[in-house]
């Protein structure tokens, strides 16, 4: 069964700290991986997306990996800001036009 | 560039009435999706159209929800009748072709009393 896990299920961190995302997937054929940012009340916005052949995928402090042979991905997210606080969804995808699989998210919060 | 518009952002209805909720996608996107975001889940897709076609309604409880996308633009997404169980976030994303980036909206939070 196609299935994204990630872990963990919600994170408490101070502000300027560094911390790490992760998700496990199963879905195969792999075609590629992404994370999303849900702020509270809005929708997803995507952060990264990588391929099969990419292993590292930075935007801004957002540093996403992918190791597809052991099919697995982490987004870093490097000295935390307050805005950061929201949920962060791994969201893989199999063929070309089949729906996403998404993960049921991290809830990061970022406090002074 | 104009993102993906829903409306209502907030409805609050008892079970066994109807809702209907709106999207207005990004000018030019072929693709549109209805999502289903239960709190502390991710989206699950409901269905999916290619202009006014359907391409995925698997996931779609076809005895209550339905979804229409007449001009290949503009779609709603109605449940009739309400369960408590549909209380949710619905999210609308397009994308300019299938497979390609989904882009979502604001969501409308449903609450069924």
């Known amino acids: 069964k196609n299935q994204v896990e990630q872990s963990p299920q919600s994170l408490i961190i101070l502000e300027g700290k560094n911390c790490t995302l992760q998700?496990?997937?199963?879905?195969?054929?792999?075609?590629?991986l992404r994370w999303y940012k849900q702020d509270t009340g809005r929708g997803p916005v995507s952060l990264t997306i990588m391929t099969f052949s990419e292993n590292t995928k930075s935007n801004g402090r957002y540093t996403a990996t992918l190791d597809a042979d052991t099919k697995q991905s982490s987004l870093h997210i490097t000295a935390s800001q307050l805005s950061d606080s929201a949920s962060y969804i791994c969201v893989v995808s199999g063929q070309a036009g089949t729906a996403l699989i998404f993960g049921k998210g991290t809830t990061l919060s970022v406090s002074s | 560039e104009a993102g993906v518009a829903q409306s209502p952002r907030y409805k609050i209805i008892e079970k066994r009435q109807s809702v209907a909720f709106w999207c207005n996608p990004i000018?030019?996107?072929?693709?549109l999706y209805w999502y289903q975001q239960i709190l502390g889940q991710g989206p699950k897709l409901l269905i999916q159209?290619?202009?006014?076609?359907?391409?995925?309604d698997s996931q779609l409880p076809k005895d209550r929800f339905s979804a229409e996308r007449l001009k290949g633009v503009d779609s709603t997404l109605k449940i009739q009748p309400a369960k408590l169980e549909d209380s949710a976030v619905y999210l609308c994303?397009?994308?300019?072709?299938?497979?390609?980036?989904?882009?979502f909206g604001p969501g409308t939070r449903l609450t069924v009393t």
């Open positions: 000018s030019g996107h072929a693709t």
């Open positions: 159209f290619q202009n006014n076609g359907v391409v995925d």
């Open positions: 998700c496990n997937y199963t879905v195969s054929p792999f075609s590629n």
């Open positions: 994303a397009s994308s300019l072709d299938q497979g390609r980036e989904q882009y």
